[in-house]
């Protein structure tokens, strides 16, 4: 008895699917800066896809979204033409503390793992079959 194919697996679809969703998000922010802001009670951040980048900037006091009372949770989101996205850095002029996490280390830090688990497994059922298919000890 062989192992199955490494194509019937529910986990080699998935992460395929994954894949898919990082290529075309990258893809995506060279074409349009997505972003959003979440705002709880003094603390705000700012998430931004924006030329094959992720940009978080974080704030604290007095900020942006200052329509905001104590207590009150709230979500923004925009989307404009990655042209634009050199003028729309709102937070940055206020000297927001930010992390920029390139595309490539997204992708990296999924399809390492995920190709380590994929070889685990397959090597883990060849060794399975052959100790099922032995003979048995006289």
């Not at 972003?35 to 094959?52: D, T, W």
């Not at 604290?60 to 925009?78: K, M, N, P, V």
């Amino acid at each position: 008895m062989t192992p199955r194919r490494l194509t019937r697996w529910k986990s080699f679809w998935f992460g395929i699917l994954v894949l898919g969703f990082l290529g075309w998000a990258s893809f995506d922010s060279y074409r349009c800066l997505s972003g959003c802001f979440l705002k709880f009670e003094a603390r705000e951040a700012q998430f931004e896809r924006a030329k094959g980048n992720t940009l978080i900037y974080l704030r604290h006091g007095d900020t942006y979204l200052t329509s905001l009372s104590a207590g009150e949770f709230q979500i923004e989101r925009s989307r404009i033409p990655v042209y634009f996205a050199s003028h729309w850095q709102m937070l940055d002029r206020f000297g927001a503390p930010q992390a920029r996490i390139p595309d490539a280390l997204v992708f990296l830090s999924f399809l390492i793992p995920w190709a380590a688990f994929l070889a685990w497994r397959w090597r883990r059922q060849r060794i399975l079959t052959k100790v099922h298919d032995a003979p048995p000890a006289p």
